[in-house]
């Protein structure tokens, strides 16, 4: 077995000579949150499935019709694929609260004139497992797996469906192949952390082909028994284009053999599909070597061996079982409840800045007015050391002429006691049960609790609270002023699937976090929208700022708010806004918005703007001083949508503006803008591998180029920025597919990390138009007479000045040591092969090289492992020791630091050692001559945090034997 370290004394322990003879830097200075699901396994079968049907999606029964149907015929499917183990046993179709449907006959019901739909209780859209979309024009009609921030065999977030998909069933058998195959593939994809068969995108190499372990050329895919051709992707004839590693090139693809119809969106092999691939059975073998998604993801396992180790099959978990006599679903069909959310307030909190009190006041009439539905029933509770209702359970739309409820808001004074959470909390699950009129609400509902306390962990009704909360199907948010652990608190909310936001002067706002809250309840058409977060530290007399409207928010109904927010001023400051286009709105603080001039600032006081559908385009803010003194502004902007223009507005000290201009129409974006933001990792324990994921597109379609940067404020009271990438490198999964990532590592002590990203789209971002986010290829776009001969830059168009502040929840690093550098660095993702020079004997290897921790900083050395055959890879056995033998070898590479922390092992590159071009058997037509085209080792990487290194690989006594030295 050859395992050696590149050290220059292991050259002379072998008489043959294979040396790395070069070792070079082309550019770059250094060495380069959770969706919670009810499902439940009970006796083989899945329960509490919940498909969520969005509110803007048409009502048709029909829909419901086909997804009984085809979904009873997928649950037959998975129980025939996974061996007699799971089943479909029950599944919850939720419609949305403005269908008109009363009675529909499902499974849980007896038909009757009395038969009516009930209403959900713990079921939300927002955490559905299976997500069915009102998607336009403007998005890819494909379905996918949202699970980019899972690793291999973890579960993800959801399945995503466009409504058409079931309701036009012929139309998606043509497109996709067997109906049933395709739910269960994607289902796969989603419980058991399986990835596609798909050939894996590296840099510029699509490996759509591979040379086997008789140096042939093998097409990629899951079983090596599939047959087809290779073609050209642009004309359809035979392709010669070749690279100098012996394979084709980047121009041509495998054809498989198939009768299936012309357009088809998936394999023919998958739609064929009866079986997951297994290295245990005889039949339907895995395809280990091959360089796909679920290869490179998975280490090589099969399906089936990915399956063994996940908890629904694990240590003998849902044996096969033959007596189950059907594997028929039940049914419930559910209508979406009645939005509800009680408010409750910590009294404590009075003894708060006079600043942040007017802070707090105000944003919770902004919940109340802007941020929810009209729909939305809410109610208030302030608790100290007992619990008092402040305002019973009503409509927002009611609240909003209320004076009295914003006065009485928040809480003004309290008796000096230490204030009691759980009697807040328990008054509040009574609150959500009865509305104004004393009539029973149904169950279900959403506590926002604010609060600056730590609750008392031997409360006597702690468990009672528990199991109300959970029985009800209630969700617990909370928003806390400090960054204490209150593990009692964090189990309540991890257990009801809520979110914890830690309040930060400089970084979170009570705006941005109530915002947050409020989006769960909506779908992605209406949510709210932060687009700035900026905090400045100003020494000079002028200054400006700025920011952009897309024109995805200005062509709808929306409101603007500008929150200016001074802290260390002494005497006014102007303030002036520009408009896109050269509008001004002279202020002065003395504020001179609209005329109307407010008290000078010396009390640190805020000021709010709006303005009715902002323009889009660059908004600009300039700040005249007329002093030299050093003070802090932060600025935020959000914009609120679904607002008529004669919206209430209560008299509060806020200032608006009308829109008085036409909309400019060029460079209009179609579709909605999202992003969304989530740490890899909840909790630290023993580990160092934490990560940022962004994902940002217009519908499914991701944009590409884009700015992101990430502060995270760290427990010791200071923050890190860091940038995140869409390269395929490190972190990343795929280059260009719309998800952003970066390692983070800048750990300084245990305690709780959060923060923000803030997204910017420039010069060079792009939406592209035939790619899904999340996914590594282009796909033909079913909408559009689109042709593969389009290059991938005419697949992208320019999409500027979109601007995004998403903020994260919080994660908890347990057992942080001081001086102690366990982080390894990355694997390297993008090893190739760049050139095989037959003539002088060597070979050229290229890689991006990771870093010390991870991407950042300067590996120390690297190790090389090569072995006749790729498989023996995954087994660490077998590896060449002397004498080759082999008419190929197969090639990996690992960094390691000074600390002896070791990156996994690369991808692995299979090197020929004849220039004779063969071909495996199931490659039915072959091209007649080749043109080999010489490869680009830079591979237009352009990020500053990796340099591209190459490697030359010399191999002596006409490629028989080899050692391995290393020359660096």
């Known amino acids: 077995m050859l395992y050696k370290n590149l050290k220059k004394k292991q050259i002379q322990k072998f ?3 294979l040396t790395i003879v070069s070792f070079f830097v082309l550019f770059g200075q250094n060495c380069s949150a959770f ?25 048709d029964i029909q829909l419901l019709d086909n997804l009984k149907r085809e979904f009873t015929q997928a649950s037959n499917f998975l129980f025939s694929i996974t061996k007699k183990r799971v089943f479909f046993k029950d599944i919850i179709i939720l419609i949305p609260n403005s269908w008109t449907t009363e009675v529909y006959y499902d499974d849980s019901i007896v038909k009757s004139s009395n038969s009516r739909i009930k209403n959900s209780t713990w079921e939300s859209y927002e955490n559905s497992d299976i997500l069915i979309e009102n998607w336009d024009y403007s998005t890819n009609e494909i379905p996918f797996v949202v699970n980019y921030a899972s690793k291999c065999g973890e579960t993800g977030d959801n399945i995503i469906f466009p409504s058409k998909f079931f309701l036009d069933m012929d139309r998606s058998e043509r497109l996709f192949g067997s109906v049933t195959n395709f739910i269960v593939n994607l289902w796969s994809q989603f419980r058991y952390g399986i990835h596609p068969e798909y050939p894996f995108e590296n840099g510029k190499n699509k490996n759509e082909f591979y040379l086997n372990e008789n140096g042939e050329i093998e097409p990629t895919r899951c079983n090596a028994d599939i047959i087809g051709k290779i073609r050209d992707k ?23 053999e198939t009768d299936s119809r012309s357009l088809m969106l998936i394999p023919p092999s998958l739609i064929k599909m009866n079986e997951f691939c297994d290295n ?58 009645i939005k509800k959310t009680v408010l409750l307030i910590d009294k404590s909190i009075h003894y708060m800045h006079e600043l942040d009190l007017k802070n707090l006041k105000n944003a919770l009439i902004d919940y109340a007015r802007l941020m929810v539905d009209d729909e939305m029933v809410i109610g208030v509770v302030h608790f100290e050391r007992t619990a008092k209702v402040i305002s019973r359970m009503m409509p927002a739309k009611d609240f909003k002429h209320k004076v009295d409820f914003y006065d009485a808001i928040v809480p003004k004074n309290e008796s000096g006691s230490n204030s009691n959470l759980w009697n807040g909390i328990s008054l509040s699950l009574s609150l959500l049960e009865i509305n104004q009129n004393n009539q029973i609400l149904a169950s279900g509902g959403r506590i926002v609790l604010i609060t600056n306390s730590l609750s008392d962990p031997h409360h006597p009704n702690i468990n009672n609270i528990f199991n109300e909360t959970k029985k009800n199907g209630i969700i617990v948010d909370v928003i806390k002023y400090g960054s204490n652990k209150d593990e009692k608190l964090e189990n309540l909310v991890k257990m009801t699937n809520g979110l914890i936001f830690r309040i930060h002067q400089d970084l979170i706002d009570i705006w941005s976090s109530l915002n947050a809250i409020s989006n769960r309840d909506k779908t992605n058409l209406n949510k709210n929208i932060e687009i700035a977060s900026m905090m400045f530290d100003f020494g000079e007399k002028k200054s400006s700022i700025h920011f952009f409207i897309d024109s995805s928010i200005s062509k709808k109904n929306s409101v603007l708010k500008i929150i200016f927010n001074f802290r260390g001023i002494k005497e006014k400051v102007d303030l002036s806004i520009f408009e896109p286009r050269g509008a001004q709105y002279d202020t002065g603080l003395t504020l001179k918005c609209n005329k109307t001039n407010v008290e000078d600032l010396k009390d640190q006081e805020d000021l709010v703007c709006e303005f009715f559908k902002p323009k889009h385009g660059k908004w600009n803010i300039k700040i005249n001083s007329p002093w030299d003194d050093s003070y802090k502004l932060k600025i935020s902007a959000m914009v609120f949508f679904g607002i008529n223009k004669k919206y209430h507005r209560p008299k509060i000290g806020y200032y608006y503006f009308d829109d008085k201009y036409k909309r400019n129409t060029l460079s209009d974006i179609t579709g909605i803008v999202e992003a969304k933001a989530r740490w890899a990792e909840s909790v630290l324990d023993d580990k160092y591998t934490q990560s940022i994921y962004m994902a940002l597109s217009i519908g499914n379609k991701p944009i590409v180029n884009a700015k992101v940067v990430a502060t995270v404020y760290r427990p010791t009271g200071d923050f890190v920025k860091i940038q995140l990438y ?11 597919d719309g998800i952003y990532s970066k390692y983070f590592t800048e750990f300084n002590s245990n305690g709780i990390y959060f923060g923000k990203v803030e997204v910017l789209t420039e010069k060079e971002s792009k939406i592209c138009h035939y790619k899904t986010i999340g996914t590594s290829v282009y796909v033909a776009n079913i909408n559009s007479d689109y042709s593969k001969n389009n290059s991938n830059k005419e697949l992208c168009s320019p999409v500027q000045n979109i601007h995004r502040v998403i903020h994260l929840e919080s994660f908890e690093m347990k057992n942080y040591r001081k001086n102690l550098d366990l982080i390894p660095p990355s694997k390297i993702k993008d090893l190739q092969v760049l050139n095989i020079d037959f003539r002088n004997e060597f070979v050229q290897l290229g890689f991006t090289a990771p870093g010390n921790d991870y991407e950042i900083g300067r590996c120390l050395k690297y190790e090389i492992r090569i072995s006749k055959n790729a498989s023996y890879f995954l087994s660490n056995k077998n590896l060449i020791e002397g004498n080759i033998g082999a008419k190929i070898i197969s090639a990996q590479i690992r960094a390691l630091d000074e600390h002896h922390n070791y990156g ?28 080999t085209k010489k490869i680009d080792s830079l591979q237009d990487i352009k990020e500053t945090q990796n340099f591209y290194s190459s490697i030359i690989i010399i191999i002596s006594d006409n490629f028989d034997n080899f050692a391995v030295g290393s020359k660096i």
């Open 904 to 931: 996994e092992w690369s991808n692995f590159v299979n090197i020929k050692l004849s220039n004779e071009i063969k071909y495996s058997s199931r490659i039915k037509s072959v091209p007649k001559s080749i043109q």
């Open 35 to 59: 969706i919670n699901s009810g499902i439940q396994i009970r006796e083989n079968g899945y329960e509490n499935i919940v498909i969520g049907i969005e509110e803007q999606v048409e009502e």
């Open 234 to 256: 642009n004309s359809g004839s035979d392709c010669n284009d070749f690279l100098p590693s012996g394979l084709p090139s980047s121009e041509c693809i495998f054809e498989e």
């Open 280 to 337: 245990k059975t005889d039949e339907f073998i895995h395809n280990r070597i091959a360089p796909t998604l679920h290869n490179n993801l998975c280490n090589g396992q099969s399906i089936w061996e990915v399956l063994r180790n996940h908890p629904d099959f694990r240590n003998f978990n849902n044996m096969p079982k033959s007596h189950i006599l059907t594997t028929k679903p039940k049914f419930h069909v559910l209508k979406s409840r």
């Open 15 to 17: 008489s043959y000579l």
């Open 726 to 736: 869409d390269n395929g490198l490190n972190s990343d999964r795929f280059k260009d």
